[in-house]
């Protein structure tokens, strides 16, 4: 079973903290990693891929990768209100499917 | 262009009836896929098509009729649904067909079957 496990939340933090959200998976062979937000009602939107070890950054988000403990975490600075939405970790291994897990509502408080 | 369009947005339809969903993108991706989402779960993968042929079909039933008249075009026909086939249907396009290619999401159809 390809497994993408994530903590569903909510994850409360206040506005301008940091928000940490995490992602483990099951399927070695997986070796892309994609970060989506998706609002209450919308459809997923794209934010962070990553492949390699290591952290990858683009403006306030950065992923992170650790392929031996087998664990994708997305980190959020300066949190805003707007960033309030789930957030969905998919894995993608030799296969067209990508397997997500099933989210992590984030929570942004003022 | 960098988006993936669906209509229509929003979608109600009785038992009998047939209806058909539409996804359209202009980025030169070859692979389409559809996804079904019910509320509070992840997308769930449909089909793919990739170069224009069916790829992937996830055991789907037959009322649900995929259909790729050409590389900018995916259509999803519809045909005596079940109340339980109300979801989000969301039509997704990757630059190939690939492990690791991003996949980008059109806004979806909100289908709801009476």
């Known amino acids: 079973q390809k497994e993408v496990e994530q903590n569903s939340g909510p994850l409360s933090v206040p506005e301008g903290a940091i928000a940490s959200l995490n992602c483990t998976y099951s399927?070695?062979?997986?070796?892309?990693f994609f970060w989506y937000r998706q609002y209450s009602g919308k459809s997923p939107e794209l934010i962070m891929s990553i492949y390699s070890n290591g952290d990858k950054e683009d403006g306030r988000f950065t992923a992170q990768l650790n392929k031996a403990s087998q664990y994708v975490s997305l980190l959020i600075r300066d949190s805003q209100p707007s960033d309030s939405a789930t957030y969905l970790c998919?894995?993608?291994?030799?296969?067209?499917?990508?397997?997500f897990g099933k989210g992590t509502s984030l929570l942004v408080t003022p | 262009d960098t988006e993936v369009t669906q209509t229509p947005k929003h979608l109600v339809m009785g038992m009998t009836n047939k209806k058909s969903l539409k996804c359209e993108q202009h980025?030169?991706?070859?692979?389409m896929y559809w996804y079904k989402q019910k509320a509070k779960k992840p997308p769930e993968l449909m089909f793919v098509?990739?170069?224009?042929?069916?790829?992937i079909n996830e055991s789907v039933p037959s009322r649900f009729s995929p259909e790729c008249p050409n590389s900018s075009l995916l259509n999803l026909h519809l045909h005596a649904l079940q109340p339980e086939d109300s979801a989000l249907y969301l039509c997704?396009?990757?630059?190939?067909?690939?492990?690791?290619?991003?996949?980008?999401f059109g806004p979806g159809t909100r289908l709801t079957v009476l």
């Open positions: 980025m030169g991706h070859r692979a």
């Open positions: 098509y990739s170069y224009e042929k069916l790829s």
């Open positions: 399927d070695r062979g997986s070796q892309s």
């Open positions: 997704a396009s990757s630059p190939r067909a690939l492990a690791g290619n991003e996949q980008f």
């Open positions: 998919a894995g993608s291994n030799s296969g067209y499917a990508l397997n």
